[in-house]
């Protein structure tokens, strides 16, 4: 099945602990991209990649990092969460940049104590 | 520079009755839009997309969306609302700068019995 998965689903942290969430796609899509959802804000991009080793900055990068080191995988590390970060994120991936459908996964809700 | 504007963030209508989700649209090119549907827990699913094709476009599950470049809208619309509609619609926009989505505000959908 064509998906877009993420991992974890739910996570509990403390402000300052490192974190990695997971993002994987079976398509083989180039265009991979996180997006954070916060009420009354729609979403927002946080980072995006248009191939393997490209990555740019999305309208809300601060706090963020992202590697895509394999075409599947694009993870999103906050290497020092604070409570401004909790939200709920999204991985999304499309064939190519550009006027194409974006996939999503799942979401993971996560909340910073 | 693009932009979108969902004009109302809740609507409420009764089973049966016509669905008007609004949604204006503002972009230097001829734009990508999009409507997004996302159920309560869960992701972002693609309802239709109009990429400079037919103006009026159809979706899944009955609904359609007509551009029109002279008002620079994008409405969605469902003849008949039925309860499992409920769900948070987004409009959005792809934009020429790496295949980034802008995202409306959002408007939740409530069908009544």
């Known amino acids: 099945e064509a998906q877009v998965t993420q991992n974890p689903r739910y996570l509990i942290t403390v402000t300052g602990k490192k974190l990695t969430v997971t993002c994987s796609q079976n398509?083989?899509?180039?265009?991979m991209s996180w997006y954070r959802q916060d009420p009354g804000l729609g979403l927002r991009q946080i980072y995006y990649s248009m191939n393997v080793e490209v990555t740019d900055k999305g309208d809300v990068p601060e706090g963020y990092k992202v590697s895509r080191k394999e075409k599947r995988n694009f993870p999103l590390i906050l290497e020092s969460p604070s409570p401004n970060q909790t939200s709920l994120y999204f991985c999304?991936?499309?064939?190519?940049?550009?006027?194409?459908?974006?996939?999503f996964g799942p979401g993971t809700r996560l909340t910073v104590l | 520079a693009q932009s979108v504007t969902q004009l109302d963030s809740h609507v409420s209508v009764s089973e049966g009755t016509p669905v008007l989700l609004r949604c204006n649209y503002s972009?230097?090119?001829?734009?990508?839009l999009f409507w997004y549907v996302q159920h309560p827990n869960k992701g972002l699913q693609l309802l239709l997309k109009?990429?400079?094709?037919?103006?009026l476009v159809k979706g899944i599950n009955g609904f359609e969306a007509e551009f029109k470049k002279s008002e620079t809208s994008f409405h969605l619309t469902k003849p008949s609302a039925h309860m499992s509609d409920a769900a948070e619609y987004f409009c959005?926009?792809?934009?020429?700068?790496?295949?980034?989505?802008?995202f409306g505000q959002g408007t939740e959908l409530s069908v009544k019995p």
């Open positions: 398509m083989n899509h180039e265009y």
């Open positions: 972009s230097s090119y001829s734009p990508s």
């Open positions: 999304a991936s499309s064939p190519r940049q550009g006027g194409h459908e974006q996939f």
């Open positions: 109009y990429t400079s094709a037919a103006t």
């Open positions: 959005v926009v792809s934009t020429n700068q790496g295949g980034k989505l802008i």
